[in-house]
């Protein structure tokens, strides 16, 4: 179903409008394959160095080539909208259509890829960093989904350091962030009020840890050393497989079945929750999508049905079991919810998904809709994850906030 354009809902408090916070709009069925990214390999959350170039793929498996339109909004650092007017963060124009696209070739599943460059002719900047929203919409101006990115400047340095839990409770379990932010010739007023923290690990802002305020400050430093505050479970490394050769079982998959189209059947996956941790290599939830007999992957890469499963575990009692990752902006809906099967006493979830190099994971939702990742996977401090600290600040008088640095690390070299 599509979505009208609107932000979302607001409360009246106090007889006052409050904004509230914009939330991504996820894609009607049809549309697959949301390849967001700027300056990197895989698709994963894009954070952009002022004037760096943004890309959007995505694919409309309806076969009617129809219109898309785009629209880009910029936002306060809580995600509240700003009160800026398009001119004052672009230059050139938005809600134009996108033009490059092109149908799908030699494949069983049809579909038109649309690919969108910012930079372009009619976007031809945007002028200042902070936080965006780009929605796509039909052509009768519904919102069919949306999509977050930032933009910084290299104005401070933000140096971060990956450390173990103080908490004897947790110091198997959590990884904290230390960081230091150094201001260098830019003055930061009164920074407890005006300068604001935000910590993503993997790219996934449904985990992210904000409104962090800085414990001290040194000269033009800066200091968090929190300890539960800037605290993230460690989860345990990505699971992935790849179907690059879509007539033959490649890593992680168990055997391949040709239907309608081709099906992949992934070897059954076990709750990781109670075994030792162990390394192996990930890209941190992204994908990459790939097909070894193409030369434009993008446009040759067929669609494969993807069957998961999970053995059940006394721990899943009462909770709602799910497989997302980067391929579906970790979204927790019926699309990706785990259906258990009682003949052959497994979970199961079949996602049409191009082909690639994809990393998931199994995530629960407890009773009281709250998220736990680590209870199939486990949380283990060993675990690589990327970190990102976004550092957000609005000067005296100024209309909008800044990201004025990033700084980003792995738990790689963790220590205590």
Not at 182 to 193: D, H
Not at 259 to 283: C, G, M, Q, W
Request: proline share 3%; aromatic share 14%.
């Amino acid at each position: 179903m599509l979505f009208k354009h609107i932000l979302s809902s607001c409360l009246i408090l106090f007889q006052a409008i409050a904004f509230c916070q914009v939330s991504e709009v996820n894609p009607p069925d049809f549309i697959k394959t949301i390849y967001f990214k700027g300056n990197t390999a895989e698709s994963q959350l894009p954070v952009l160095r002022l004037g760096e170039y943004l890309v959007l793929e995505f694919d409309a498996l309806n076969g009617n080539e129809d219109d898309y339109y785009y629209k880009i909004q910029h936002y306060n650092y809580d995600w509240t909208p700003s009160v800026l007017v398009k001119t004052e963060y672009m230059d050139g124009f938005d809600n134009q259509r996108i033009r490059n696209y092109e149908n799908s070739f030699n494949t069983y599943q049809i579909y038109s890829h649309y690919k969108l460059t910012i930079p372009n002719e009619q976007t031809k900047r945007l002028k200042i960093s902070g936080n965006y929203m780009i929605q796509i919409f039909n052509n009768s101006d519904e919102l069919v989904f949306s999509r977050k990115f930032m933009i910084y400047e290299d104005t401070a340095n933000v140096g971060i350091s990956l450390k173990r839990s103080r908490s004897l409770e947790f110091i198997e379990a959590k990884q904290r962030v230390d960081i230091v932010i150094t201001s260098n010739n830019l003055q930061l007023n009164n920074p407890k009020e005006n300068v604001n923290v935000v910590i993503v690990q993997n790219n996934n802002l449904n985990t992210a840890i904000s409104n962090l305020k800085p414990q001290y400050t040194i000269g033009n430093q800066l200091i968090y050393k929190y300890d539960h505050e800037t605290s993230f479970w460690g989860g345990n490394e990505y699971l992935y497989f790849e179907n690059k050769d879509i007539r033959a079982a490649n890593t992680g998959v168990r055997y391949v079945d040709l239907k309608e189209l081709y099906h992949n059947y992934l070897f059954t996956n076990v709750s990781r929750a109670k075994r030792p941790y162990t390394y192996n290599p990930d890209i941190n939830g992204n994908y990459v999508i790939n097909n070894i007999d193409a030369e434009n992957p993008s446009i040759e890469a067929d669609y494969v049905w993807t069957h998961f499963s999970l053995q059940p575990d006394p721990s899943f009692k009462n909770k709602d079991i799910y497989v997302y990752g980067n391929y579906n902006n970790y979204a927790l809906d019926e699309s990706n919810k785990m259906v258990y099967d009682e003949q052959d006493n497994l979970y199961k979830k079949e996602i049409l998904l191009k082909q690639g190099f994809y990393n998931y994971k199994y995530v629960a939702v407890n009773t009281d809709n709250t998220l736990d990742e680590g209870a199939v996977s486990g949380n283990f401090y060993q675990t690589e994850n990327n970190y990102k600290v976004l550092v957000y600040y609005r000067d005296l008088g100024a209309r909008y906030d800044k990201i004025i640095g990033l700084g980003e690390g792995s738990s790689i070299n963790i220590s205590n």
